[in-house]
Structures are given as C-alpha cells and as structure tokens.
C-alpha cells in the first residue's frame, strides 16, 4: 500500500534561517506529488505541485521552493524564512480522485 | 478569492445530536467534492466525496448533500460523536482525477458529551 513519510514532525525555526522539510511515498512510482499548507484561517492552501522528477509547479507565489530530485521525494525549502511562513505543512498524494496527506510539519518561526 | 467557503469557523452540537457542516462553491466548473477530518497535528483524512451527478451519499452516520443550483453541500453527522470532534475541510475539483483539489478554510466541530 501507498504510505507518505513527514518529517520532522514540529519545528522550531528563527527568523531568516533556512528550511528543508522532505517528503518520501512508498508503494507507488511517479505519483504526483503536492505540498500544502495549512496556515490560521487560511484552510488548505496547495503551495507546489509535481508530476515528475525535476518538474514542479508553483500555485502562489511566496517565499518558499520546491525539488523533486528524486520520483519518490519532494522537498520544500526556503533559504531565509519569514514569520509568516508558519503553518501546518502537508504532503499529499492523489489517489482514485482524491488526496491522501501524510501527517504534516508543525513549523513555528520566531 | 475563495472558490471554496465554510463560512462557519465553528459549530458546537451536543453528543448524539446532528451536527451540519455546510460548505458553498463559486466555481461552476467543480464537479467533484469531498469532505476530510482533521485532528489537531495530523493530516486531513479523507471521509466522504459526492460526485455533480448525484445529490445525496450516505456512508453510515455521514451523508453528504448537493444542491448544484445553489452551489451548495453540507455534511450531516447523526448522531454525533465526541470523537467527531474535530476540523472538517470541504473540497472540490474539476475535470480529470489528477486535477488539484481547493480546499475551505475549515469548520471545527466540537460534539460535547
């Protein structure tokens, strides 16, 4: 069966300093993959999507980039975070019509 | 611009009572919706979708209504459950199974015993 693995799981980060959070799927091969996020009364935003290695699509522009170097990782990054890049971070992938979402990062910037 | 509204950020229901979640759409293109739960530090899950051709799914305590006229769906959960408690994301789509879903901003129910 298909799994998707988070990590880490929280994370507390300074103001300006860099960001990596990856995200790895089992049991599948060239999934698309999506990044959202989930930000105070801002719902489920998608952030970045990608069908394939090397191949991304960004839905909003912001302060935040995304690598797919691998078919079964997608990494979202940023090299100076804002206090405003807060948020719940989800991972998903599509199945039969719908999104399956790994369990998210908790990224607290201060 | 929000294609998706939850216009409710909260609903409190007492348990074994209905709880009604109600999402609107703008985007008449949207043919496919689903409803995810979502605990606090966990991913949404999903738990149950409608398709535009039909106007009512049932899947035990939750069924989902559509009425395409008034680009409208709601969720009823009978009966409640204080471990429904929790934030309830309506969803849409349109076109093919791999198109992105947009999402609401999120309803938290809160079923108290």
């Known amino acids: 069966s298909q799994t998707i693995h988070q990590w880490p799981a929280t994370l507390v980060q300074p103001v300006g300093s860099p960001l990596s959070l990856e995200c790895t799927v089992e049991g599948t091969s060239n999934p698309n993959l999506y990044w959202y996020r989930q930000a105070a009364g801002r719902g489920l935003q998608l952030l970045f999507y990608?069908?394939?290695?090397?191949?991304i699509s960004s839905e909003v522009p912001q302060n935040l980039s995304a690598s797919r170097p691998q078919d079964r990782q997608f990494i979202l990054s940023s090299k100076k975070l804002l206090l405003s890049d807060s948020g719940f971070y989800l991972c998903?992938?599509?199945?039969?019509?719908?999104?399956?979402f790994g369990q998210g990062t908790r990224l607290t910037v201060v | 611009d929000q294609q998706v509204k939850q216009n409710s950020p909260s609903l409190s229901v007492q348990e074994g009572r209905i709880s009604i979640l109600n999402c609107d759409y703008t985007n008449s293109m949207f043919d496919y919706f689903l409803w995810y739960k979502k605990y606090p530090a966990e991913g949404p899950t999903f738990l149950i979708s409608i398709s535009s051709i039909k106007d009512k799914n049932e899947d035990g305590r939750f069924t989902v209504f559509l009425n395409k006229s008034a680009k409208h769906l709601s969720l009823h959960i009978v009966p409640s459950q204080p471990g429904d408690s929790a934030v309830y994301f309506c969803a849409a789509r349109e076109g093919s199974g791999y198109s992105t879903l947009t999402f609401g901003k999120g309803t938290m129910l809160l079923v108290s015993p």
């Open positions: 990608s069908v394939g290695i090397g191949q």
């Open positions: 998903a992938l599509p199945r039969g019509g719908k999104a399956f």
